[in-house]
């Protein structure tokens, strides 16, 4: 299982148009049961399960490891590890301005059911649009 503070690691290498996740936040949410991460040093997901639906709270490759199918791997691990906790339904939300992680989601069975205007701030820009995507985990 990754570390929390390599978690932190890849998160910060990864998310610099928002505010990286600490080590201390990836432990807290680690230590409730209904959290699990899947993933290594190249990429992870982290996700939470609540009866029947999961949902990707995040997701990051270190960028030296982008574009080499790692993500992929990644949604793949956690939509069969929330499947076998009971999860039927899954969703997540997407930077609008993000076409890398929507594209990918779109090839991973996602589809957009909603939109949260203004939602992710960006620096010296103006606020990215939050793109609710969600699919059935049922169906392979």
Same mark, same amino acid.
């Given at each position: +299982?990754i570390?929390?503070?390599? +978690?932190a690691a %890849?998160?910060? *290498?990864? &998310?610099?148009?928002?505010?990286?996740?600490s @080590?201390?936040? &990836?432990t807290s949410?680690l230590?409730?049961?209904?959290?699990f @991460? !899947?993933g #290594?040093?190249r @990429?992870?997901? $982290?996700?939470?399960? %609540?009866?029947d639906?999961?949902e990707l709270?995040? %997701? *990051?490759?270190?960028?030296?490891?982008?574009?080499?199918?790692? /993500?992929r =791997?990644? +949604?793949? *691990?956690?939509?069969?590890?929330?499947s076998?906790r009971? =999860?039927?339904?899954?969703? $997540?939300e997407?930077?609008? #301005?993000?076409s @890398?992680?929507?594209?990918?989601?779109?090839? !991973?069975g &996602?589809?957009q059911?909603? $939109?949260?205007? =203004?939602?992710?701030?960006?620096?010296g820009?103006?606020? /990215?649009? /939050?793109?609710? +995507? =969600?699919?059935? $985990?049922?169906?392979g």
């Open positions: +299982m570390a929390p503070e390599d +978690m %890849i998160h910060k *290498a990864a &998310f610099t148009q928002s505010r990286p996740w @080590a201390e936040e &990836f949410l230590a409730h049961p209904s959290v @991460a !899947c #290594d040093s @990429a992870f997901a $982290l996700v939470r399960v %609540i009866v639906e999961a709270l995040t %997701i *990051a490759t270190h960028p030296l490891f982008q574009r080499q199918g790692h /993500a =791997a990644v +949604m793949d *691990a956690w939509q069969d590890e929330a076998k009971g =999860a039927t339904h899954g969703f $997540l997407v930077a609008s #301005d993000n @890398a992680a929507r594209h990918l989601y779109q090839d !991973c &996602f589809s059911t909603g $939109l949260r205007q =203004a939602y992710y701030p960006r620096k820009a103006q606020a /990215a649009d /939050a793109v609710i +995507m =969600a699919r059935d $985990l049922t169906q």
